[in-house]
């Protein structure tokens, strides 16, 4: 009966909101974006805009590209000739596809060269490695974390615990996954992942872009210093997250009494705007192309324009080991981790971070 009365409970959810500048000094935007590795849709909404700027459409056009490799052995992440090309040369990210955290076994590769391992109960005692129970396990342990610094290892591969990692991913228990990976080079060399894993089957993508202008939108009002609002002048911002969460979902927010599907509308006090900009990237996207994304949406207002506010919200991978830096993260009844920024038009900010059941709070 325990069981069945905690499957009916409502999933816990958890939303951080905050303000800021972008000027200011302890301003922490940037290393909310950077840390934030595993990122799959990115979308932008502009009021009172039409269309997207040369500058920031060629912008969102090249948001790519990433690559998914299938069957790819887990040794040649931590060969010294992928340590050496990618990780020391860049930021890599690669995470398993289409692998379920709470019940599959899923590798995630962090920018810094962090390589964790969430795996079974079998699975990890048959490996031989050193890690610890997932946060998240019960009273019976079914899931194990393992961290591996192959920064670290790579300054000694004569070095025993290399030769036991080594041993371990190919003789005692050799570990195969289809991988997404994606590559930010920091120097002036072309990518190589192409003819690096040329002897298995790799693609290459591009992330998908919708682009839509939106008519008459109604949109909520709000004071950038007034992250709660004030009564019948400015909305909360947990109502914006609310109100974005329906525009991005494309939901008809007239309330009218013949529609069944949904009875939701823009909260009080709100205004019509004639022409709304969305644009929606969807792929395996790198937290530098967001950053690079948001600098520019900072810089929007440099010139006048009639829209007070702009909004720039990521979703993250529903089934990646981690959310924010090295925070273990779950799914259990939902797998969410996300941000948005809701950026004004005297460079104030409003950060806004929302996480699941089995998750950290939000850095």
Known sequence: MATLRRLREAPRHLLVCEKSNFGHHKSRHRHLVQTHYYNYRVSFLIPECGILSEELKNLVMNTGPYYFVKNLPLHELITPEFISTFIKKGSCCALTYNTNIDEDNTVALLPNGKLILSLDKDTYEETGLQGHPSQFSGRKIMKFIVSIDLMELSLNLDSKKYERVSWSFKEKKPLTFDFLLAWHNTGSEESTMMSYFS???????????????????????????????????????????????????????????????????????????AKAYLCTITGFILPEKICLLLEHLCHYFDEPKLAPWVTLSVQGFADSPVSWGKNEHGFRKGGEHLYNFVIFNNQDYWLQMAVGANDHCPP
């Open 199 to 273: 002897k298995y089957q790799i693609q290459e993508h591009q992330p998908k872009v919708a682009l839509s202008t939106l008519r008459d939108l109604q949109c909520p009002v709000l004071q950038s210093s007034e992250l709660e609002g004030t009564p019948e002048v400015s909305c909360r911002a947990l109502e914006l997250f609310d109100w974005l969460g329906a525009v991005f979902s494309n939901v008809d927010l007239n309330n009218e009494p013949n529609n069944f599907i949904s009875t939701y509308c823009c909260p009080e006090p709100s205004t019509v705007v």
